[in-house]
Antibody, heavy 119, light 107 residues
Framework: QVLLVESGGGVVQPGRSLRLSCAAS????????MHWVRQAPGKGLDWVGV????????YYGDSVKGRFTISRDNSKKTLYLQMNSLRGEDTAVYHC????????????WGQGTLVTVSS | DIQMTQSPSSVSASIGDRVTLTCRAS??????LAWFQQKPGKAPKLLIY???NLQSGVPSRFSGSGSGTDFTLTISSLQPEDFATYYC?????????FGQGTKVEIK
């Protein structure tokens, strides 16, 4: 079955950087777009961004545009989220999400990794 | 950006009740809509895609309808495991956007 496992979360100071990883298995990783979705404590779901199957096309949410970069290594079946210039409002659980259904719908979610931005 | 608005923000219901949740898009999204269920401390789970298609493994008491700007998620007979928060999400364009959620609570 599809398995997505995030890692790399932790406590980081404002203005610093952090890179998250997501190891995928159970499907042909290189055939599908991949997304990041975050959820601040006690809040709703916030879409971070997407990378196309080949890694060449990326879109981002307004709140992270210019600061976050999504990339992937299809040979390693791994998705990445490089987060720069972190702010307190970036504190959230970050989920890696696959879109296998029509290559559109968020059908499998990782358990998430918590990023806390605090001095 | 497409805004998604869910109503109500919370609903209290009893086991066996029929519950209907509403989601409205700020512009026409055809049928590019998904519904998710989330329980505390867990990742969201896809229930419905393309407005009315039941995801594999999801009980048939869940159903979705609508197109354009107005959508509904119906739980025909509420079960104990259905108490959770439900989100709608548009898949028509980027950025993808979610509704603010509807919490289904025990009456």
């Amino acid at each position: 079955q599809v398995l997505l496992v995030e890692s790399g979360g932790g406590v980081v100071q404002p203005g610093r950087s952090l890179r998250l990883s997501c190891a995928a298995s159970g499907f042909i990783f290189s055939d599908f777009p991949m997304h990041w979705v975050r959820q601040a404590p006690g809040k709703g779901l916030d879409w971070v961004g997407v990378v196309s199957a080949d890694g060449n096309i990326k879109y981002y949410g307004d709140s992270v545009k210019g600061r976050f970069t999504i990339s992937r290594d299809n040979s390693k079946k791994t998705l990445y989220l490089q987060m720069n210039s972190l702010r307190g409002e970036d504190t959230a659980v970050y989920h890696c999400v696959s879109a296998l259904t029509y290559a559109v719908y968020f059908d499998n979610w990782g358990q998430g990794t918590l990023v806390t931005v605090s001095s | 950006d497409i805004q998604m608005t869910q109503s109500p923000s919370s609903v209290s219901a009893s086991i066996g009740d029929r519950v209907t949740l509403t989601c409205r898009a700020s512009q026409d999204i055809n049928r590019w809509l998904a519904w998710f269920q989330q329980k505390p401390g867990k990742a969201p789970k896809l229930l419905i895609y393309a407005a009315s298609n039941l995801q594999s493994g999801v009980p048939s008491r869940f159903s979705g309808s609508g197109s354009g700007t107005d959508f509904t998620l119906t739980i025909s007979s509420l079960q104990p495991e259905d108490f959770a928060t439900y989100y709608c999400q548009q898949a028509d364009s980027f950025p993808r956007t979610f509704g603010q959620g509807t919490k289904v609570e025990i009456k």
